[in-house]
């Protein structure tokens, strides 16, 4: 039973191209969030989405920033007109419920660097 | 408001010591779930443990131990004989039982460095 699989694992873009992370959950889990790691500090939360809906952005910057998950294929972390400060780790888990007790599995994450 | 608090940045000990990574959190529910996990130099999240508000007994796992207490409001967890493999940046992490699904707040992370 395959994990949480993220890729690309690494991502290099020049300032102003675009960055498309791919998350696929697990198998039979229908609930994903993202979260981003700056450098040298803590994880935080991004968004939650279920299949087809984004249930909380409230950690999205509110400009070049989407996140969608389709009903078929893998949920997408979109960063338009990527910046340097956008360099960072971004980890997406996923869940198989929605309440607090459903354990959120973390896939490897994917290293960004705007250069 | 939730929030998790890892006050020391940096740890560094020599290999066989023990060592202890303290975290404090904040959280206004009754009803919530602590969490660590492991970031070795390779970059994933490693899971070590989940415990729920209403289970204060503490909990060992080999050379590791996790030291529950709701009053002062800390998860601090223990190395026992620590190992060079043990290094690492080590993350606390909240997540309230009252929200409706897993937002989970993290700490600043402790960087663990054993030498041999």
């Given at each position: 039973n395959a994990g949480v699989m993220q890729n690309p694992r690494h991502l290099v873009r020049r300032r102003g191209q675009e960055a498309r992370l791919r998350c696929s959950p697990m198998k039979g889990h229908s609930h994903v969030y993202w979260y981003r790691q700056l450098p040298e500090e803590g994880l935080k939360f991004m968004v939650?989405?279920?299949?087809?809906?984004?249930?909380?952005?409230?950690?999205?910057?509110?400009?070049?920033?989407?996140a969608e998950f389709p009903k078929e294929g893998p949920s997408i972390l979109r960063i338009q007109q990527v910046v340097r400060g956008d360099s960072a780790a971004y980890f997406c888990a996923s869940s198989f419920g929605q309440g607090a007790s459903y354990e959120q599995y973390f896939g490897p994450g994917t290293r960004l660097t705007v250069t | 408001a939730q929030k998790v608090t890892q006050a020391q940045t940096e740890i560094s000990v020599v290999e066989k010591e023990d060592v202890t990574l303290d975290c404090v959190y904040e959280t206004r529910d009754t009803t919530y779930y602590l969490f660590w996990y492991k970031q070795p130099p390779s970059g994933e999240l490693v899971f070590l443990i989940r415990r729920n508000s209403f289970d204060e007994q503490n909990e060992i796992s080999g050379r590791y131990s996790w030291n529950f207490q709701k009053s002062t409001s800390s998860f601090n967890f223990t190395i026992t004989?620590?190992?060079?493999?043990?290094?690492a940046v080590y993350f606390c992490a909240?997540?309230?039982?009252?929200?409706?699904?897993g937002k989970l707040t993290f700490g600043q992370g402790t960087i663990l460095t054993v030498h041999p």
């Open positions: 939650y989405l279920q299949k087809e809906n984004i249930i909380d952005e409230s950690g999205m910057p509110k400009e070049r920033f989407s | 004989a620590s190992q060079v493999v043990d290094s909240l997540l309230p039982g009252g929200t409706s699904y």
